[in-house]
């Protein structure tokens, strides 16, 4: 009998409003437009792992990838919210929980997804003044790893990470 394995994530966001210096207040939205997904996979040894890069190259080992579920990373749409200020020199940082547990549908089983990596345009300009094609947003990506051992119970596993932005 075929364990296969469906696996996506989603994310939780950690993020304050604030003001700026003229006192007009600003806030950022974060929009997730493509979920992390895994897909629908199958275990061909004891153990393997599947990466889904933060540029979206897709690695495997002791994995058999099937086609009629989607995988790719996670995208993600950064945007300030007031006008005419470039407001991307302000954001310090963009992290994200470098682990979490995805947890089976119903219960009886947990896969670990490790090394969460983010990057996007936002890491080029971040405490820069600059112009966009469109100045009040960008795109950042989130790419990672699963490891599912022969133990691991077919179904659908899921889970959410923090993505953390630092701004002033």
Known sequence: MKKIL??????????TSYSTSFGQKSYIT??????????????????????IGKDGAISSSNIILYD???RHR???KLQFHLR???LFENVKSITVQPNTTLYRVGGGGSIQLTNLTQYGPVNI????????PHPNYVYFNVGGTINI???NAPGDYKGTYDVTITHD
Do not use: C, R, W
């Open 74 to 76: 996670a995208e993600f």
């Open 30 to 51: 974060v929009e997730q437009t493509k979920e992390l997904a895994f897909g629908a996979i199958e275990l061909s040894g004891s153990s393997g792992s599947l990466t």
């Open 149 to 151: 051992s022969a133990s």
């Open 68 to 70: 009629f579920d989607p």
């Open 125 to 132: 300009y971040m405490g820069q003044v600059h112009n966009f």
């Open 84 to 86: 005419g200020l470039d």
């Open 6 to 15: 469906l696996i996506t994530t989603t994310f939780a966001l950690l993020l």
